[in-house]
């Protein structure tokens, strides 16, 4: 059994670098967009597909922490829990979104995964430094600055979601129209919806 856990550490946390070093680069290709040639093709295909990636990414995540909670039987702790209620509901938007063809799905989701991040963030950072938190656990089963597992000396439970929301943000701002700054305050129709007739 702890074999197979062990396995499966390996594994996600190749995932969440992967998917942490897709949404850096999405975010960094969409700041040299219109530089070089390469750069907007790629571009063009990552947000053809941003919202199946956004929901590969979410369902990833929401299996892995579940996984690591049910299956490890790792007891996740105060800070897990609000990280989980950021990601698990995005599987499903993502979902339903991607099948919409819905890109309009970021202003849901974009806050959701900023919120995620910075729990994350700092869920990492107590896990390095106990002594700065401050209380956010309060009283439970299990401490926030509890260390599950450190795969390649710093990827742990609360990096490998940060990964994921990270992964999401590049993911969202890649679906923003170029030029698209100000909302117009008229709410966009999905791609390719059938027109209505009377």
């Known amino acids: 059994m702890r074999m197979d856990v ?3 550490e390996a594994f996600t946390a190749v995932l969440a670098l992967a998917a942490a070093a897709l949404g850096l680069l999405v975010l960094v290709g969409r700041a040299l967009r219109s530089r ?8 063009v295909v990552i947000d053809d597909a941003a919202l199946w990636l956004a929901f590969l990414v979410a369902a990833g995540a929401t299996a892995g922490s579940l996984y690591f909670s049910e299956v490890a039987d790792f007891t996740p702790c105060r800070l897990c829990w609000f990280q989980r209620i950021a990601m698990y509901p995005m599987s499903l938007l993502f979902l339903v979104a ?28 107590i896990e390095w430094r106990p002594s700065l938190e401050r209380g956010a656990c309060g009283i439970g089963p299990e401490s926030c600055t509890t260390i599950w597992f450190r795969r390649f000396g710093f990827v742990s439970l609360p990096f490998m979601a940060l990964c994921g929301f990270v992964a999401i943000i590049g993911l969202m701002v890649a679906t923003w129209p170029a030029g698209d700054d100000i909302d117009d305050g008229e ?3 999905p791609d390719e919806r059938p027109e209505s007739r009377p």
Not at 36 to 43: F, G, P, R, T
Not at 118 to 124: A, D, K, R
Request: cysteine-free.
């Open 6 to 8: 062990e396995a499966v």
């Open 36 to 43: 070089s040639a390469l750069v907007d093709e790629v571009m």
């Open 98 to 125: 991607a099948i919409r063809r819905d890109r309009d799905v970021r202003w849901y989701a974009l806050p959701m995964a900023v919120v995620g991040a910075l729990i994350s963030t700092y869920h990492y950072l």
């Open 187 to 189: 709410p966009n129709e």
